[in-house]
């Protein structure tokens, strides 16, 4: 069992550092040396995953001794390697000198021996600290397994996720060994200042802002990066693309990924300083060859006439859409010449979809509104006044930038999830005036409308202020159509399907008798119809169509019950005590899931040609799913949809499995737990969450937590096989 220096937990880490999801493990257990007279056979490799394996069950990782008890804890616990993937500016060199900061190299490696004799994996001698010290390349067999033991002691070492196998596999070469992929290839962030206070301005980005904006968006595998300096004004960060070659555009997600956050952050931050006064900022983002982005930086820095922006050369915007990251760009461009004479285009970053992007720490602070944040109603006059010194922060910048849009919508996202509707209604409001047809403003207008709604218990309040959020939705799809991306349309079909949801939480505390029930059932018919159709046209317009899948299924099945009551004229259709036994709810998902898995291409054969899947079918379908959640978590850096990203991606993995098997159960278990885990650090800033049930609500962290506890109950209360419940439908569930 563990010692009290390695608790369970720290064992549970080590082990998750050193296998860190199944298709790692999987590459060891199948991974053969050739190379050499000590060459290890196959009873050899077998008998090193034994080895391992009663080592993990020993210290009470596993609970048996099986290598599918492994399997299903790694499944399970499996890492985030997406937030976790790569040390891209860490060398072998700067871990050594971390671990001295403990103990001597030797007492360090005894231990790293004294595991690797656990595991039975060869003695190793102390010459590979050298040997990868002068030359980080992980390209034999007895390297990568080195690398193992090593992610798994640095686990318990420092217990930090972020040192594990694949991270450590994929670390920085030192300046004098080359690797074209790793070192010559990536994301290049030039950020430029200018106006009176720009020397001071740009001092205070490269020596405080930056490292704080890494450490609060928790980008484990950036910690420590430092800028480059140009000049006084002028410097730039450096972030390297996956290990692969230099062309294949997937391996820059993480880096184009981390360079659009960090922007956002410290476009915001500067908005807030006192050198926004009488400085402007420009931020430029460009991917490919290093010394390609170095020869173009001048004339990239120069195309943006317009102060306080961020903007992207095209093959970065190219990487961001195709890593589905959620921004909207101007649809004008510039464009300037290279030093060799060849013409570039460089786009600017109008919108970020907030859902999306962390808050800004300076917004989150407590003097940042008044004590009573409803006074905003009363000292906002958007006049453009200057500065009032007895005036909260916020009140200030709405009253001298009203027209600041990116100031504007940080404001309105944090009212909004601090669920001060009406506040944020009105700040939209005059927003509007200066830009009526901005998309994000108007999302934002239907969704608090949508909460002031969803906060009562009248169908006859709810209503009216539903017409007035639709009446949103209309106009944007009217005058606004060259912005409107996915993210715009799945709001917007969401905004229609909250109709039935509010009509289902109406019937659930006993109001039945307020309304004509077949007249609200057909209007709940024809408002899941809308949601399909506009839901629909965000996936024809998205390259990956996550979002717009995930909601076309469960907009399909509410559309498919609802006409089955509409038929049938019955009310205990939606009540899961009273419904009858011939109403089966997981049919109606099971073939709305197979329609739209089959329309994109996830299996082969239509609904009509199967009842149910083959295991190979499942098995692609389930690989399908897991990437589509990889992908779509890597965009995801908000406090505030983190808990419902978790909950949706257990809710996403549950109902598509017939069949769930105890891997299954514990996995979506340590998926909604996590939910949890992260609803509770929004407490701590006084924001919430989207609800679970109500899909377009803003609810507080406490309610979000109570409503995920009733399903962990009732998913524990199930008998072993047996499905249940549908986690994403709790209001039919």
């Known amino acids: 069992m563990a010692s009290k220096k390695e608790s369970i937990e720290d064992l549970s880490l080590a082990v998750l550092n050193m296998f860190p999801d199944k298709t790692s493990y999987a590459e060891f257990k199948n991974e053969f040396r050739n190379e050499s007279k000590n060459a290890t056979n196959d009873n050899e490799r077998e008998k090193t995953i034994k080895a391992i394996i009663k080592t993990f069950f020993e210290k009470g990782v596993i609970t048996n001794n099986s290598e599918k008890a492994l399997i299903s804890f790694i499944e399970t616990n499996q890492l985030n390697l997406s937030k976790h993937r790569s040390h891209s500016q860490i060398t072998f060199q700067d871990i050594i000198d971390k671990l001295l900061t403990i103990d001597s190299l030797n007492n360090h490696i005894k231990a790293i021996k004294k595991h690797a004799s656990d595991f039975a994996i060869w003695e190793f001698r102390t010459s590979i600290f050298t040997r990868l010290k002068k030359d980080y390349i992980v390209n034999t067999s007895r390297k990568r397994e080195f690398i193992r033991v090593l992610s798994y002691y640095l686990a318990l070492v420092f217990k930090n996720r972020s040192y594990n196998y694949e991270s450590l596999s994929r670390l920085q070469r030192s300046p004098s060994q080359g690797g074209e992929d790793v070192e010559e290839y990536g994301v290049r962030v030039d950020l430029r200042v200018k106006g009176n206070s720009e020397i001071f301005a740009t001092r205070w980005l490269k020596d405080i802002a930056i490292s704080q904006t890494i450490e609060e968006l928790d980008l484990q595998h950036l910690f420590g990066l430092k800028p480059s300096d140009d000049n006084n004004t002028t410097f730039y960060l450096t972030l390297h693309k996956r290990r692969g070659p230099g062309g294949q555009s997937s391996l820059y997600n993480i880096a184009i990924r981390d360079a659009i956050h960090i922007s956002h952050q410290i476009l915001v931050k500067f908005l807030l300083s006192e050198y926004a006064m009488d400085s402007q900022i420009l931020i430029a983002i460009s991917a490919g060859h290093f010394d390609f982005l170095r020869n173009i930086q001048p ?241 024809v317009c998205s390259l990956t169509k996550p979002r717009s899948t995930f909601w076309l299924i469960y907009a399909s099945t509410m559309n498919s019950v609802f006409k089955e009551a509409l038929n049938k004229s019955k009310k205990s259709i939606f009540n899961n005590k009273r419904r009858s036994k011939d109403f089966d709810l997981e049919m109606h998902y099971s073939k709305s899931a197979l329609a739209y898995f089959h329309t994109f291409g996830w299996i082969k054969r239509s609904v009509n040609e199967l009842s149910e899947l083959n295991d190979e079918e499942s098995i692609f379908l389930k690989n399908k799913l897991e990437k589509a959640i990889e992908n779509y978590s890597n965009v995801v850096l908000s406090q505030s949809f983190l808990p419902n990203i978790e909950y949706a991606f257990a809710g996403f993995i549950w109902d598509s499995d017939p069949n769930p098997s105890q891997t299954t159960v514990e996995r979506v278990l340590m998926l909604l737990n996590d939910a949890i885990d992260k609803a509770k650090k929004c407490n701590k800033f006084n924001i919430g969450t989207m609800g679970i049930m109500w899909y377009s609500k803003v609810v507080t962290a406490d309610e979000f937590i109570g409503e995920v506890e009733i399903v962990i109950n009732k998913i524990k209360g199930l008998n072993k096989g047996e499905k249940g419940i549908l986690i994403s439908l709790q209001a039919l569930s």
């Open 299 to 539: 004339f990239l820095l120069v195309v943006e006439k317009t102060g306080n922006s961020i903007i992207l050369t095209e093959y970065a915007k190219y990487i961001s859409k195709i890593s589905d990251l959620k921004v909207i760009f101007d649809s004008n461009y510039k464009t300037f010449k290279t030093i060799e004479g060849e013409e570039q285009k460089a786009f600017r970053i109008s919108h970020f979809w907030p859902l999306y992007f962390n808050f800004v720490s300076e917004i989150m602070k407590k003097d940042f509104f008044p004590d009573n944040e409803d006074d905003l109603l009363e000292e906002i006059n958007f006049t453009g006044e200057e500065e009032v010194n007895d005036m909260p922060k916020a009140v200030n910048l709405l009253n001298e930038y009203p027209q600041n849009l990116f100031i504007v919508i940080e404001i309105v996202k944090i009212l909004t999830m601090r669920k001060k509707h009406f506040c944020a209604i009105k700040i939209i409001d005059h927003a509007l005036t200066h830009s009526p047809y901005d998309v994000v403003l108007r999302i934002y207008m239907s969704v608090n409308m949508l909460n002031i709604g969803f906060d009562s218990n009248s169908l006859f309040v709810f209503n009216r202020f539903y017409a007035l959020a639709i009446e949103e939705i209309q106009y944007l799809t009217e005058h606004c159509s060259k912005d409107l991306d996915e993210e715009a349309f799945v709001e917007s079909g969401l905004i229609f399907l909250s109709k039935p949801i509010f009509f289902l939480k109406y019937l659930s505390i006993g109001n039945n008798c307020e309304v004509d029930f077949k007249e609200q059932v057909a209007e709940c018919v024809d408002s899941t119809e809308n949601a399909i159709n506009i839901l629909t046209r965000g996936a």
